[in-house]
């Protein structure tokens, strides 16, 4: 019996008792079904965690900020002592303070051991924007740095490298601009109004480059991504008038290092940070929470399709153990016309695996269908305000690795009806009634 006719054999024994293998196979497509939708469910998110933290910064960015003394204490509702180097931020209870830094403090946090560069995060606040003559609307104003990105309805990025003014808006401005849609909005200008330190207000008219979707990252979901030039060119109209000792002053630093650094490196990175009297968050760290809670939702459920998996392997040596009792005669002729104990442990390993492929291909199917449907369902009702996002997301290498996995699990439940196929004695097989 060459490979050929082993495996054709095998798929027509399978079918032999029809009930007790359809028990089987829907034993093996509950794990596979509740294997792939989880792996799917990861994916998804993983991918959407993945394009939100391209929007935040790349890996191997820091945003560093100065420990000072001036923290507050949520249940102290006396006055706070005034510090001259430390602006409040927040209201009521969540009002925090930050310590602001200068040039000398750019220049110890570039002589921490690790640090490859350091760049001031100037802030820039805005009066509004506004499209020709249209309503002004209150806006926030950013900028992105290294490794950042942002996810775009239409148009491009804000290009560094020109002197151009140029900006992305939201895509929630684009109808209260004025504009039809996002293409429309591409190459029309926009006036942006702000007010400097002697209380004069500027404005500055840019182009609109892009039209960024909403996110999860507050950069290029809710307010307007500048490059460069216009970054500087705000910063420097908003410094005007301000005295000699308040120019030059940030509330936090834009840091790199190394990306190959392991997380034990970073966390000794940021104790020599501390040291320094900084604090470092790093991209990871922003995100932590977040991707722990889904991991772990992501952990348990495929526990519990191993569970079923580890159950329709018990199916498997059931049917299999049956198949070769009532076979037992059948076996015994076999082997006696010449057929050694490896073909018989082959035929019936083939078997227990074409049950398991059965099982996990209905099962991927079915969970690929529902996914996708549920995905689309989510995505534009209860997760609407999350473009972007598939909830549930298939990658193929993973799909076929979850039909090889549950095709191995049920190879190993087969060896052991398999191993005692094999050690029949064919004259003991034969009297067998």
């Known amino acids: 019996m060459n490979a050929g006719d082993l495996i054709g054999t095998a798929i027509a024994n399978t079918f032999r008792s029809r009930a007790r293998t359809t028990l089987t196979v829907l034993a093996i497509f509950v794990g596979a079904f509740t294997l792939t939708l989880t792996s799917g469910l990861g994916t998804g998110i993983n991918r959407y965690i993945d394009d939100t933290v391209a929007g935040i910064g790349a890996d191997d960015v820091m945003t560093v900020t100065k420990t000072g003394d001036t923290a507050t204490d949520?249940?102290?509702?006396?006055?706070?002592?005034?510090?001259?180097?430390?602006v409040l931020t927040g209201n009521g209870p969540a009002q925090s303070s930050v310590?602001?830094?200068?040039?000398?403090?750019?220049?110890?946090?570039?002589?921490?051991?690790?640090?490859?560069?350091?760049?001031?995060?100037?802030?820039?606040?805005?009066?509004?924007v506004q499209h020709d003559d249209g309503t002004p609307y209150v806006a926030t104003l950013g900028a992105l740095v290294a490794g950042q990105s942002v996810q775009l309805a239409a148009?491009?990025?804000?290009?560094?490298?020109?002197?151009?003014?140029?900006?992305?808006?939201?895509?929630?401005?684009?109808?209260?601009?004025?504009?039809?849609d996002a293409g429309a909005a591409?190459?029309?200008?926009?006036?942006?109004?702000?007010?400097?330190?002697?209380?004069?207000?500027?404005?500055?008219?840019?182009?609109?480059?892009?039209?960024?979707?909403?996110?999860?990252?507050?950069?290029?979901?809710?307010?307007?991504?500048?490059n460069h030039a216009l970054e500087d060119d705000l910063y420097q109209l908003q410094s005007t008038g301000l005295p000699a000792d308040q120019l030059d002053r940030w509330t936090q630093v834009t840091a790199w290092f190394d990306e190959d650094l392991t997380v034990t490196q970073i966390d000794q990175l940021k104790e020599r940070l501390a040291d320094a009297g900084f604090s470092g968050t790093t991209t990871a760290d922003q995100l932590g929470a977040f991707t722990t809670v889904i991991d772990t939702i992501v952990l348990v459920l495929n526990v519990f399709a191993a569970i079923a998996l580890l159950a329709a392997a018990f199916g498997i040596v059931n049917t299999l153990l049956m198949s070769v009792q009532e076979r037992t005669r059948e076996i015994g002729l076999m082997k006696a016309m010449g057929m050694g104990s490896g073909r018989v442990f082959a035929l019936f390993s083939t078997e227990a695996v074409f049950i398991g492929?059965?099982?996990?291909?209905?099962?991927?199917?079915i969970a690929m269908i529902v996914g996708t449907a549920a995905s689309t369902f989510l995505g534009s009702a209860l997760l609407s305000d999350l473009p972007g996002l598939t909830i549930v997301a298939f990658d193929p290498l993973t799909v076929g690795l979850t039909i090889l996995l549950i095709m191995g699990v049920a190879f190993l439940a087969g060896t052991l009806p398999a191993a005692r196929a094999a050690r029949k004695d064919p004259v003991e097989a034969l009297r067998y009634e």
């Open 74 to 86: 949520q249940t102290d509702t006396g006055p706070r002592e005034y510090d001259p180097d430390s």
């Open 99 to 128: 310590t602001l830094m200068t040039d000398a403090d750019i220049e110890a946090i570039g002589d921490v051991d690790g640090i490859l560069a350091v760049e001031p995060v100037k802030a820039v606040q805005l009066d509004y």
């Open 155 to 180: 148009g491009a990025e804000p290009d560094d490298d020109s002197t151009a003014l140029q900006v992305t808006i939201p895509v929630s401005y684009v109808e209260p601009l004025g504009f039809a």
């Open 186 to 226: 591409i190459g029309q200008p926009l006036t942006l109004a702000l007010t400097d330190g002697a209380f004069s207000q500027h404005s500055t008219e840019v182009t609109i480059v892009g039209v960024a979707e909403e996110a999860l990252a507050a950069t290029s979901g809710t307010g307007l991504v500048a």
């Open 357 to 365: 492929f059965l099982g996990s291909a209905i099962g991927v199917a």
